[in-house]
């Protein structure tokens, strides 16, 4: 595909984002940067949810994962819908009777100040690395489609990709994310649908054919009981299920998305839907991935050695014209949907929680967090950097394993404070904080050894937050 077309397809996108920006921050004040004044409509909050929550790690990574794992990713899937039913009736009506603007402040009225700096902090790294496996994802696009073919280096590549977000996030915040993640949304599921129809078409399959090749294919097993594999089926679904609970529940930038909602009924509604919708778009990825190797074996293509390269050679390489503009659409759409999300997140957190803000001083506050969004951005620039220097393995592996540290702290926090009435010492938990993943980590590398063969998968988020839980049982105070 011509570069230049390239470039124009990704400008124009971004040119009716920032419409839609300057359209949805127009008379708004300060608050909707932070809560869209809680008047958003649960519909648009669910569907605009469905591209945040896959973002470009699922666009990608998914599909070219089914290769090394089959449908295995499913098995987690269905464990999200334990967890969104535990956010739901859990978490949701606790944030919103406390009227919660960042949902870490719950920490402080529970525990105290050091056990809130905690929680917020580790909310910021986890975003910060998860928002960067994203976005590299898209600036490597970028630069295979367009900057490549002027030999322009990749940090211009990640450099274009932020300032981009920057421009259309500074001033509206949450409420414009809103409304770009709908038209987000829309797009990757309109390039998944439209890639899967080229490959129907291509290979002149009847739609019977297309679900017999795909049903018949080893890589389609999704369920997986040996109990010594990381992707067995119990050790996948519970992991989905607290991936869920500390991702979206536990998560500043998805709760923020949810607590613009008018009431606790309509959030409630846009979970439950959000979910259902959730299983079957990732259902569509998977097969989409077994149906990209198929394609690429029958026509004789060469695949490539890394799995997150498939797709997007595929795509732009052998597909059509129309489906190439698809692809290009959605995967832009896919990490950005989440990416600016996590931008304006970022900047909630770290003004209200540890800058103090209150909705009293969001106006006279305004240029300072417009800093704090622009400084934010520099950080996340920075770590794609270091990722693409270190980075060896599929991004959907990456993610989870580096959030089962970094989210395992922010589950034994909520847990013991929900689940029990316990005060701790406050000043001892930034400690356990940190060695909860540490002690998760050693026992990790040494789990053949120790526990008879048994080799962590995902669930190592689960023994973090249980290690996390116990260390803050050992520091309770005498009285409750």
Not at 230 to 249: D, E, L, P
Not at 288 to 302: F, N
């Amino acid at each position: 595909m011509n570069p230049l077309f390239v470039g124009s397809i990704v400008l124009g996108y971004f040119i009716l984002l920032i419409g839609i920006s300057w359209l949805t921050s127009k008379n708004a004040k300060s608050t909707d940067f932070y809560t869209a004044s809680r008047e958003s409509k649960w519909y648009l909050v669910a569907f605009g949810m469905i591209g945040a929550s896959l973002s470009g790690v699922t666009f990608i990574s998914v599909p070219g994962e089914v290769a090394n794992s089959n449908f295995y990713y499913f098995q987690v899937v269905l464990g999200y819908l334990v967890g969104y039913f535990v956010i739901a009736k859990v978490l949701l009506p606790l944030y919103y009777k406390l009227n919660l603007v960042s949902i870490y402040t719950y920490l402080e009225q529970r525990f105290g100040f050091w056990s809130y700096k905690s929680g917020a902090f580790f909310f910021l790294i986890s975003r910060i690395i998860g928002a960067s496996f994203r976005l590299f994802l898209v600036a490597g696009v970028l630069q295979i489609a367009f900057f490549d073919s002027y030999e322009l280096p990749f940090w211009l590549s990640v450099l274009t990709t932020i300032l981009l977000i920057w421009l259309y996030t500074f001033r509206g915040g949450i409420k414009t994310i809103v409304w770009t993640d709908t038209l987000q949304t829309t797009f990757m599921l309109v390039a998944v649908i439209v890639s899967i129809l080229f490959i129907k078409n291509e290979l002149s399959w009847t739609w019977t054919e297309l679900t017999s090749n795909l049903l018949e294919d080893e890589r389609s097993t999704i369920f997986n009981w040996d109990w010594q594999s990381g992707r067995n089926f119990f050790k996948q679904f519970f992991s989905g299920a607290f991936i869920a609970i500390v991702m979206t529940g536990l998560d500043q930038d998805m709760m923020q998305k949810n607590l613009t909602c008018k009431n606790i009924g309509e959030a409630q509604k846009n979970v439950f839907w959000f979910c259902i919708i959730l299983v079957i778009v990732n259902f569509l990825f998977l097969s989409l991935g077994v149906l990209l190797y198929q394609y690429a074996e029958i026509g004789g293509i060469s695949i490539p050695d890394r799995s997150d390269n498939l797709f997007p050679l595929l795509a732009m390489n052998e597909f059509s014209a129309f489906a190439s503009i698809a692809f290009l659409l959605g995967i832009t759409a896919a990490a950005y949907s989440s990416a600016d999300s996590a931008l304006t997140a970022l900047t909630t957190s770290f003004c209200v929680d540890f800058l103090g803000f209150k909705t009293e001083n969001y106006e006279a506050k305004k240029k300072l967090r417009t800093s704090v969004h622009f400084g934010f951005s520099i950080i996340l620039f920075f770590v794609i950097l270091i990722y693409q220097a270190i980075n060896d393995e599929s991004i959907i592996n990456s993610l989870f394993i580096a959030a089962g540290y970094t989210y395992g702290p922010l589950l034994g926090l909520f847990a013991f404070g929900i689940f029990t009435k316990w005060q701790v010492k406050d000043n001892l938990v930034p400690w356990v904080a940190i060695l909860s993943p540490l002690v998760s980590y050693v026992i990790n590398l040494n789990s053949e050894a120790l526990l008879g063969g048994y080799k962590f998968g995902f669930e190592i988020l689960i023994l973090n937050g249980l290690i996390m839980f116990a260390g803050l049982f050992l520091i309770r105070k005498s009285k409750s």
